[in-house]
């Protein structure tokens, strides 16, 4: 019985109870053990574990080395190493032990001998712990898949559907841009399929077996883009994952990082970016720690940045970083030779995400379509389009059907007013009165007027922009 001091035990006597305690019950529990000396010889074996090694008299091993007794012992290379091993099946004879081994120490710390012990006399017994490590590593393996094939790419060039010269100019243009290492900035209005040209830059570059990782600026606050960008120390501040967080930035090392509306980037950030971009290294949030990148930016906007820049609301020497190839997406009426075909190829592709039967579209509905101005360009083309499938019988989409959901075509101007400008200032100058038609309708609130235009509010704050109308605070 340990003493014990004022009715509590003292500290090491405490823990040499334990460790005599746990001998004991190992040894209890165990179909066997054994001791050795600094010298690798048998000092102590229990009879079960005499048992099962064939051993008639387990006094008889003692003294002897413990290879003569049990040759395929590995209880030397712990006392030689000092390090335990844990888990190990030991083959001896025609059968096979579950074994683990321990060194034990002196007070100075010193390896005076090993003891081992042996957990169960058949490994068929760890089948179901290795049932369950396979399935957990299956289970890896499948979340592991699952996240690459995320961010590869789904897109190539052909994707890009268009047969015009503004198409096949800029397909033409980024194949060449996909054989560099450089910056690329995409310039075009919202919906003329910006992250489509991306990733089919990033398929057809000498990166495609990387990862394509994709970041919308505009759909993440402001507070929050640092760590989205380069990620989290662990434990870096209250509330923080404990085992750190990745930013996209390591994410995409080795392939191509897409910054999608770059243009509503905070000054601030843009200086780290610039920094990133130029030394290829960055430092999480919370770490003091340099970790290095190697990654291909491409970035997209529909803001003017040389305006921006111009108005210091953009960092020059980061326009310049990132404007190295400079490519333009064309809008949708700058395009009316595609409209059959990216037509017809829409709705076959809604037809087979929807599980319908295969559409058609008929030339009545292609003019109606053309005479429209599609501020959304093709994401609005697509919901025009998927509309007129889910609300018609009919195995063609005809242009009655597109009347139902689109705006009434705008009376052209008198001859007169266009003839100071041609075209381009008739098509300014209706949608200007359009507009503020609409905005007065809805007593100024710009929500409802894009409402009553059919377009998106944010189209409507960039024609608002563009055509330089005037409206109340």
């Excluded at 900035?185 to 992250?195: D, P, R, S």
Aim: aromatic fraction near 6%.
């Amino acid at each position: 019985m340990i003493p014990v001091p004022n009715g509590r035990p003292a500290r090491e006597d405490l823990r040499e109870l334990a460790e005599q305690s746990l001998l004991a019950h190992f040894a209890d529990v165990c179909e066997g053990t054994i001791i050795v000396d600094g010298a690798a010889n048998v000092v102590w074996m229990t009879d079960r574990y005499a048992h099962h090694l064939g051993i008639a008299d387990p006094l008889a091993s003692i003294g002897r080395p413990v290879e003569e007794v049990i040759p395929n012992s590995q209880m030397r290379q712990v006392i030689e190493s000092g390090r335990p091993i844990m888990l190990d099946i030991m083959d001896f004879g025609q059968g096979a032990f579950v074994v683990t081994r321990l060194p034990l120490r002196d007070a100075a710390g010193q390896v005076v001998g090993a003891v081992g012990f042996m957990l169960y006399d058949d490994p068929r017994h760890l089948a179901p712990v290795f049932s369950r490590h396979q399935r957990l590593r299956a289970d890896l393996a499948e979340a592991e898949r699952k996240l690459a094939e995320a961010r590869r790419t789904k897109y190539t060039f052909s994707s890009f559907v268009g047969i015009g010269p503004a198409c096949s100019e800029l397909k033409l243009a980024a194949r060449r841009a996909a054989r560099t290492t450089s910056s690329v900035l995409i310039l075009g209005e919202t919906g003329t399929g910006k992250e489509l040209l991306a990733q089919a830059i990033h398929a057809a570059s000498p990166r495609a077996s990387g990862r394509f990782v994709a970041v919308n600026i505009a759909a993440v606050p402001e507070t929050l883009l640092e760590a989205e960008f380069f990620g989290v120390a662990a434990g870096a501040y209250t509330g923080a994952d404990r085992r750190g967080r990745v930013g996209k930035f390591k994410l995409a090392d080795g392939g191509t990082l897409f910054l999608d509306e770059i243009g509503d980037m905070s000054l601030a950030l843009q200086a780290k970016l610039l920094r990133t971009l130029q030394e290829h290294e960055f430092e999480a949030v919370g770490s003091n720690r340099l970790e290095t990148v190697d990654v291909r930016v491409i970035a997209a906007t529909s803001r003017n940045l040389e305006q921006m820049v111009a108005a210091g609301s953009f960092r020059a020497d980061l326009y310049y970083r990132l404007n190295v190839i400079t490519l333009k997406t064309p809008s949708l009426r700058d395009r009316p030779e595609d409209f059959s075909l990216l037509a017809e190829h829409l709705v076959d592709h809604i037809c087979r995400h929807q599980g319908m039967p295969v559409h058609g579209i008929t030339p009545a509905a292609i003019e109606r379509l053309r005479l429209h101005d599609w501020p959304g360009n093709v994401r609005e083309l697509s919901n025009v389009l998927e509309r007129a499938l889910l609300m018609s019988d009919a195995y063609l989409i005809d242009a009655v059907d597109l009347d139902r959901l689109m705006p009434a075509v705008s009376v052209p101007p008198a001859p007169g007013a266009a003839s100071g400008g041609g075209m381009a200032e008739a098509v300014a100058q209706a949608e200007r009165e359009a507009i503020q038609l609409a905005l007065g309708q809805a007593h100024g609130n710009k929500a409802q007027a894009a409402r009553l235009l059919g377009i998106s509010r944010a189209a409507l704050y960039e024609k608002i922009a563009v055509l330089g109308i005037l409206t109340a605070a």
